[in-house]
């Protein structure tokens, strides 16, 4: 029984649900800006494609579900109640910080083996996704890590067209 090399918290959505607890009783803000762009870009992809095998009302379709909307829950806590943001350099930090992960991640499956497959490195994730749109694998992982830069720097757009708008209305 292999089923075990399923279950360990090495997905993206584990690290960014760690980090969202950890910004919760550290207070670090580096913790908080792992959470809001692996989180969002994670956790939403994850909401929009589940990749369970039953639907709602299965167990596992509720866990999948409630699981990936808290970690966006506790993002959007700290954004409005702990009045936390992110800066154009974090975006960059946050890059690279999981460009290293992800290249660990080809380690750890390889030592694992079969049927790990954590960010899904080794094959593409199964279900209708945006991943049927990518190269066959093992070559998605670029079309994957080009989206991912893409979605960072859109789901830091806000922040920084509100920044824009603030600067041109101190300067009128």
């Not at 918290?9 to 760690?18: G, I, R, T």
């Not at 899904?120 to 093992?138: A, D, L, Q, R």
């Amino acid at each position: 029984m292999q089923s075990w090399k399923l279950g360990l918290p090495l997905h993206l959505c584990d690290f960014s649900s760690a980090s969202i607890i950890l910004y919760f009783l550290t207070k670090k803000k580096e913790f908080f800006i792992f959470a809001y762009f692996a989180g969002i870009s994670g956790a939403g992809m994850a909401l929009l494609t589940p990749d369970v095998l039953y639907s709602f009302p299965h167990v596992d379709y509720l866990r999948h579900m409630i699981g990936h909307s808290m970690i966006l829950l506790g993002v959007s806590y700290a954004i409005v109640i702990d009045q936390q943001r992110p800066q154009l350099r974090h975006v960059h930090k946050t890059l690279f910080f999981v460009s290293i992960i992800l290249l660990l991640m080809y380690p750890i499956n390889y030592l694992l083996g079969p049927p790990a497959n954590y960010w899904y490195v080794i094959e593409k994730p199964p279900g209708i996704n945006v991943t049927g749109f990518m190269s066959e694998e093992p070559f998605h992982m670029i079309d994957i890590y080009i989206l991912a830069i893409i979605i960072c720097y859109m789901i830091y757009l806000p922040f920084f067209l509100k920044d824009r708008m603030n600067k041109n209305d101190q300067l009128s």
